[in-house]
């Protein structure tokens, strides 16, 4: 690894999502957004829903996820974040994710079961999150 950049894992419940070197990587932090950079402090801590960017050698690029929530852990010039559930930003449709939304309500209206009711709920959140962080960014 080059000096001055941490090493980079984003790891969702299905793959890895990303894995590189890195100058800087921008989490949304439980308590606030924060900065991991090389020789950061140790941290282990939760994330909430909002942005990962990740920006590459010399900032000249720059990687945004939207993610759900997880943890991250940074230590040693390695930063190890695990989420519940990530999207590219440029890989976001609001109007396909407002398409779904709409077919999800029809489906909790028609819905007996209250934990596949609450499921539904959770993912038309989820998709509600989504759209609301591509329109403000």
């Not at 993912?123 to 962080?133: G, Q, R, T, Y």
């Given at each position: 690894m080059s000096a001055g950049l941490i090493k980079t894992k984003i790891i969702s419940p299905d793959q890895e999502i990303y894995s590189g070197n890195s100058e800087m990587v921008v989490l949304p932090g439980e308590e606030g957004d924060f900065a991991a950079m090389f020789e950061h402090a140790p941290l282990i801590t939760y994330l909430r829903a909002g942005k990962i960017e990740v920006f590459e050698l010399d900032n000249s690029d720059k990687i945004v996820y939207f993610v759900s929530g997880g943890f991250v852990k940074?230590?040693?010039?390695?930063?190890?974040?695990?989420?519940?559930?990530?999207?590219?930003?440029?890989?976001?449709?609001?109007?396909?994710?407002?398409?779904?939304?709409?077919?999800?309500?029809?489906?909790?209206?028609?819905?007996?079961?209250?934990?596949?009711k609450s499921s539904l709920?959770?993912?038309?959140?989820?998709?509600?999150?989504?759209?609301?962080?591509?329109l403000e960014h």
């Open positions: 940074v230590e040693d010039n390695i930063c190890m974040i695990m989420v519940d559930y990530i999207k590219k930003f440029s890989d976001i449709d609001v109007k396909s994710n407002e398409e779904k939304i709409s077919q999800l309500l029809n489906q909790v209206d028609e819905e007996k079961d209250d934990s596949l709920l959770n993912s038309i959140d989820l998709l509600k999150s989504e759209n609301s962080f591509a």
